[in-house]
Structures are given as C-alpha cells and as structure tokens.
C-alpha cells in the first residue's frame, strides 16, 4: 500500500505490517484513504482529530445553508377584492423575504362544478405576482383543491 505521512510527505510502497509498525512508533494511526486506489492509499494520522476536523466541516457546512420554506395562501371562489389584495399583499411579502409560496383553492360544494372561476383566480393571482415571482408549477386541479406554487425570483445568500 501507498503510505503517505503524517506532514504529508510520500513514504514510498510498502507492506500493510510496515505500515502499521511505522505508525505506532510516532504513536499515531494508519488510515485507509483511497481503498479503491491501486495500490491503495494509507496515511499516518491522529484518527481522533481527524474525526473532530470532519464534524466541525459538517457543522458548519449546515450552519450556512439556508432551507426555503412554503408558506400557504389560501383563497375561495367567491373572495372579495379587498380579501383578495390582502392575500396578495401577504404573498408578495413571502416571495420577497425568497420563501415559495403556496396557492390554494378549495372548492366547497357545487363550486367543483366550476374550475374555471378558480383558473381565473389564480391567473389573475399569478398576474399580479409577476414581477417578483415565477410559476413553478401552475393551477392544477386535484379533486376539490386548486393548487399553483410560486417561487420567488430574489436569491437569499
């Protein structure tokens, strides 16, 4: 196996036992880096520091990730306008804080008999949204619920 030290300097070639030997003389570990390498390559190394430098990475490589959320508006067929300006309103301030937003229809009774009165609505939603927000995925139907996503057009760093 291919040694490699613990400065990072090429130890050369050498049997497994070798290896092993050379590194508990300096009281330290032998690690398998590469097992798929021909030969397969090994370092000298403290193990356990080694453990705690790679879940300090994994620390604060979630630290800095940033998860978009969904947030739900949720409309009827028979909104009123100021309702509806309200709803708009409240999706504008999600789709610039760079969250997507959810639009919701849910036909109550007879009102399933329409779908195209909530087409209308979430076009006219979707309208209004433009120039901050691009459909994701457009009004569908499924069953008694509409549903449009939103996603915003600003990118949160």
Not at 30 to 53: H, Q, S, T, W
Not at 151 to 157: D, L, Y
């Amino acid at each position: 196996m291919r040694v490699i030290g613990a400065d990072g300097s090429q130890l050369g070639v050498m049997s497994s036992n070798e290896a092993l030997s050379l590194a508990s003389n300096i009281n330290l570990d032998l690690v398998k880096i590469a097992p798929g390498a021909l030969p397969p390559v090994c370092k000298v190394m403290d193990y356990g520091k080694y453990r705690f430098e790679l879940s300090k990475k994994g620390k604060e490589a979630k630290k800095n990730q940033h998860i978009t959320e969904i947030k739900e508006i949720r409309l009827s067929c028979n909104i009123d306008t100021n309702d509806f300006n309200t709803k708009v309103n409240s999706a504008l301030k999600f789709l610039n804080n760079g969250e997507k937003v959810k639009v919701s229809i849910r036909f109550k009774g007879r009102e399933v008999s329409h779908p195209e009165i909530g087409h209308d609505l979430m076009k006219k939603f979707a309208e209004i949204c433009s120039e901050c927000s691009n459909i994701e995925k457009p009004a569908k139907l499924d069953g008694r619920n509409m549903l449009m996503f939103l996603v915003s057009k600003i990118k949160n760093n």
